[in-house]
Structure formats: C-alpha cells, structure tokens
C-alpha cells in the first residue's frame, strides 16, 4: 500500500472518530467533572463499596455540605448513583466502565515513570 493511501486511511480513520459529536461532547463534560481532584476522591473512595454522604465527609476529612455538593456534580453526569435507605442516601458507581477508567488511569500512573 502507498504512503498516500495509507495517510487517506490514516485520515478517514480519524474523521470516522469524532464523527459523532455528541459523544464527544459528552466525553468532554465527564473529563471536566472528573478533572477536579476532590470529586475524583469520591469516585475513589466509592471505587471500595457504596457510601452515604457522611461517610465521604468522613473518609476525605472534609465538610457535609462540600461532600453532598461534590456528589451532586458527579450524579449529574451520571458517574455515580444514589439510592435512599432510610434517612440515608448512598451513593455508588454507577456502572463498571467507570471503574474499569479508574483502575486503566491507576495501571497507566504505575507504569508511567
């Protein structure tokens, strides 16, 4: 095959890529939820098992408010999930490809020297 052609595959490979804007978009808005480092402690601290809001408080050592306000964000755009029990609202994650994204960036930070 041709350098040209292969670069024309190359190119159409990458317009096939983004060809859908949409997730992109919506690609962006979780990088940018997840690209606060105290919003990714909670997904974190909930990687190990579902938690209510107190509990988070707790773990990260940081206020109730900054805690529900943290989950808030991150329930919007889906990373996570709540379920009421009680008078306790717990949290997890919502779906394991969340977690596979976490433990890929983990591999990626223990082989990055």
Known sequence: MSEISMENMQINNARKAIANIEKCEKMSDIFKVLGDSGRL???????????CASDIALVLNIQNSVA???LKLLKQSGIIAARKEGKFIYYRIENECVKKLFELMDEHLNNCK
């Open 68 to 70: 529900s306000h943290q």
């Open 41 to 51: 402690k909670v997904v974190k601290a909930l990687s190990a098992g579902e938690l």
